[in-house]
């Protein structure tokens, strides 16, 4: 199925509310920004190292949390190489899904896949790990223990791959037929 209508909607509705002086909840061109890109990448790093923190207190709950995060915050990294600022997380991903599609970035359909948000109740992400962790009512969490060492690799993993698209000399160009 092709993502292009939906992530070309998330650049219209975005340019649609700015043009109306509200905030948007898609995707607009902001301009290349590498700093913003290494910054990012950055926080995913340190977003991940917390999880030991919260392993060691015990605070299980938080700790999808910081997963889903510094995948995300890998996402917003190469968004950044794009010149494309995100507010949502579902266009983030869809962006993200185009353009590994077109064959612009090498990156795992696994990363993309765990932080798209799904309107369908049956379809589940690593977003709705997050929320059940997060509003739940439990501190500690045997699932989430079992996890850990899985979910710190593909982390460490999607960090590696973003690397390489950040450190890229690669031109990397939005697809006309996004913007258009």
Not at 27 to 53: P, R, S, V
Not at 122 to 140: C, F, N
Not at 159 to 171: T, Y
Request: aromatic share 12%.
């Amino acid at each position: 199925m092709s993502t292009m209508p939906e992530v070309h909607e998330c650049f219209s509705a975005a340019r649609k509310d700015e043009e109306r002086g509200k905030k948007h909840k898609g995707l607009l061109f902001a301009g290349k920004d590498d700093t913003k890109a290494e910054e990012y990448l950055q926080k995913a790093k340190t977003n991940l190292g917390i999880c030991d923190l919260y392993k060691t207190q015990r605070l299980d709950y938080k700790i999808p949390e910081e997963w889903f995060y510094t995948l995300y915050y890998c996402a917003l990294a190469i968004l950044a190489k794009f010149g494309v600022e995100s507010r949502s997380q579902r266009c983030t991903a869809l962006f993200l899904r185009y353009i590994k599609d077109k064959g612009l970035i090498d990156y795992e359909d696994g990363f993309i896949d765990r932080i798209m948000v799904y309107k369908e109740k049956g379809d589940e992400t690593d977003v709705d790990e997050r929320e059940k962790a997060r509003y739940g009512s439990s501190v500690y969490s045997e699932e989430i223990m079992q996890k850990y060492d899985f979910m710190m690799d593909v982390c460490r993993k999607c960090i590696s791959q973003c690397e390489a698209i950040v450190f890229s000399d690669s031109k990397f160009t939005i697809p006309k037929e996004l913007i258009g």
